[in-house]
């Protein structure tokens, strides 16, 4: 029985793949300059410039980076972050994590639920 919790294997694995992608795409896709797609983030120019030279986030990116639904939701979320949607994304992270567990779990890669997701299981 292990004790650490789901959300710090998200937090090392499934997040900082998918911030990964968000920045490259916010950058390369979007055409933001470094600092705004930082701003944008909540996160540091150095951060994203971490993420788009491949220095963070590389466990699993290509895992995601293969799934259509996985991929289908961070550019619907990049679209939110670029147009600078009044909505709280905070959520939204907890949604691309549920789903990257799903990726994981195809891939033979079982991560626990978390509290979110068995809240989710419990309202069906």
Known sequence: ?????????SVKEILPAVRS???T???KEK???????AKKMGITPA???NYMNKKRGNS???LIEHDKKMMEMITDFVEKVYIGTNEDLSNYYC???SEGKRVLKRS???VPLCAYESSLMLKQ
Not at 1 to 9: A, D, L, N
Request: net charge negative; aromatic share 2%; charged share 20%.
């Open 1 to 9: 029985m292990s004790i650490t919790p789901p959300c710090e294997i």
């Open 21 to 23: 992608i968000i920045a």
């Open 25 to 27: 795409k916010l950058v």
């Open 31 to 37: 055409g933001l300059p470094l600092y705004e797609a």
């Open 47 to 49: 951060a994203v410039a």
């Open 60 to 62: 699993v990116r290509e």
């Open 95 to 97: 949604m691309l994590c």
């Open 108 to 110: 033979g890669i079982d």
